[in-house]
């Protein structure tokens, strides 16, 4: 593991990190490379520096929250290659409040994770499994008394929700909604263990907002041992935090490991908070804009409905959580982050394929299944209905037992659909190379397998309302063998493409031909 100087520069650092990681590996594939992750950034504005360093921000000015921020983001999400968006002079919003859209996208996206933007997506997967999921030895986060976020703090008969630039994301959403990259934390009143989530906010009027949370997540569970007691439980929101710590929300962190001070690590030193005046919860004191207030235990409002990662409507409007908005602390000229769901793939499904992707990787691995050589959870998918598994094979069924494990590990578990298993000469990430491979290697009479009653989720569109009314949240998986069979694979046609080695020389000798540059 290096250490960089403290004495230098962010792109400094970026240069350094990357003649390391080449240093390392001269090949260039990140896979074992023992590459420490480096942020560039402490806070949103910082980071958004580090974006317009590479070239990848716009700012977009002079539209509406009603229609045309949500239309803009449409178009823009979708595309990995789209720039950083920065909505700002707002119609009916103080210049200067802004929304930023599409953050993690191009090579930003690698900047973002700490990691050098010469990285391809299964490059960057691998490194940042070895590097944040291996390596990281938490930093806890320290309480300080001041920072930019105490800017501004309104409370009592000043706090008004309305003052901020909250977009109407999709078009049938029930109203708009402040918090989508936002976070929660919240306390267990048994324990006193803080967890971070990511729920989605809801404004429904000056001081109070609403949110939707799933009954496995730990902002439910704590929620309801407050309301069994009749307590209101204390909450905070933050809104347009700094990239990483969203992010690291919305990860499955480790059992017993602290968001905050993951992302201490991650920093190379402690995150600094300030606990709020009425809760005692404790938020970044770099963050753009923070929501403090309790949730009443009785009190209940409808919700929704809102576009789900699905890509649907998926679940259904109903009477949700309510909290009451005690303060509302904000920097000057606060920005929003914004990470509405599309339908896939937008920026959220990318993030989570490159983080699923390593601990699908990892969690076949730990079964005792040998001989994975890649594993891609697909951004079309939301990197969960549609997984991948390349191997080596071994033996007769090594193929199946690597498919069934991948539905049923933690990572595969919820709201799958469908996993392919192919042969270690596919890209698993290259959706067209692995559908390529399905389709020329896979019967469909004896290729694929069927495991029913497996755990979904209520947002899955697919489970009929009659069953969801009865609470049945299952689903079914099916598993694609398309390996070449292995008692014959030695007498199956050969691939009519050069191999991987002969494929990159071509690339680097002939890759001018694509971006219409004149001969080298």
Not at 303 to 316: K, L, Q, R, V
Request: proline share 6%; glycine share 10%.
């Amino acid at each position: 593991m290096f250490v960089l100087q403290c004495d230098v520069t962010a792109e400094e650092k970026c240069e350094i990190m990357a003649k390391k990681f080449f240093d390392l590996n001269s090949e260039g594939s990140a896979v074992g490379a023992d590459l420490h992750p480096v942020l560039t950034y402490k806070d949103l504005r910082e980071w958004l520096a580090e974006a317009t360093r590479l070239g990848e921000v716009r700012v977009v000015k002079g539209l509406d929250t009603e229609k045309e921020i949500g239309m803009a983001t449409e178009v823009v999400m979708g595309s990995d290659e789209a720039d950083c968006i920065i909505f700002d002079d707002i119609k009916g919003y103080e210049p200067g409040w802004r929304v930023l859209v599409n953050f993690f996208g191009a090579k930003r996206k690698n900047m973002t994770l700490g990691f050098p933007t010469g990285l391809d997506k299964l490059e960057l997967s691998e490194v940042y499994h070895d590097a944040h999921l291996k390596c990281i030895t938490p930093i806890p986060h320290e309480v300080v008394d001041k920072g930019p976020v105490l800017e501004n703090v309104l409370e009592g008969a000043d706090v008004d929700l309305s003052k901020f630039p909250t977009p109407f994301w999709h078009p049938d959403d029930g109203g708009h909604y402040i918090g989508t990259g936002s976070y929660g934390v919240t306390v267990d009143p048994d324990t006193g263990w803080m967890s971070i989530g990511h729920y989605r906010v809801m404004v429904h009027d000056k001081m109070t907002v609403g949110y939707f949370t799933s009954s496995d997540k730990h902002g439910c569970s704590h929620g309801d041992k407050y309301f069994e007691r009749g307590k209101r439980m204390p909450m905070v929101i933050v809104v347009g935090g700094d990239p990483m710590t969203f992010l690291t929300s919305r990860t499955e962190m480790a059992q017993g490991v602290l968001e905050y001070d993951f992302v201490g690590a991650l920093r190379g030193e402690a995150l600094k908070v300030i606990r709020g005046r009425y809760t005692e919860i404790p938020f970044p004191a770099d963050a753009e804009i923070v929501l403090e207030g309790f949730v009443d235990p009785e009190e209940r409002r409808i919700e929704g409905p809102f576009g789900e990662w699905t890509g649907y409507y998926g679940s259904d409007i109903g009477p949700s959580p309510v909290m009451h908005v005690e303060a509302i602390y904000h920097r000057d000229d606060p920005i929003i982050l914004g990470c509405p769901p599309q339908r896939p793939p937008d920026e959220y499904s990318r993030y989570c394929a490159i983080i699923r992707s390593s601990m699908l990787r990892s969690q076949i691995q730990k079964t005792g299944v040998p001989d994975i050589t890649a594993a891609w959870a697909h951004e079309v998918g939301n990197s969960r209905l549609l997984l991948a598994v390349s191997i080596k094979q071994r033996y007769p069924g090594h193929s199946k037992q690597a498919g069934h494990v991948a539905a049923m590990c933690n990572v595969g578990a919820y709201a799958g659909r469908y996993v392919i298993v192919t042969d270690e000469d596919v890209n698993v990430s290259d959706l067209q190379e692995l559908t390529w491979a399905m389709l020329t290697r896979s019967d469909p009479a004896s290729s694929i397998d069927i495991i029913k009653d497996t755990y979904s989720t209520g947002q899955d569109p697919r489970i009929p309302p009659w069953e969801k009314q009865k609470g049945n949240m299952t689903n079914s998986r099916a598993i694609i063998d398309a390996c070449r069979p292995y008692h014959w694979r030695d007498r199956y046609p050969t691939v009519n493409a050069p191999s991987s080695e002969i494929a990159q020389k071509a690339r680097e000798r002939f890759g001018y031909l694509l971006n219409g540059q004149d001969v080298p």
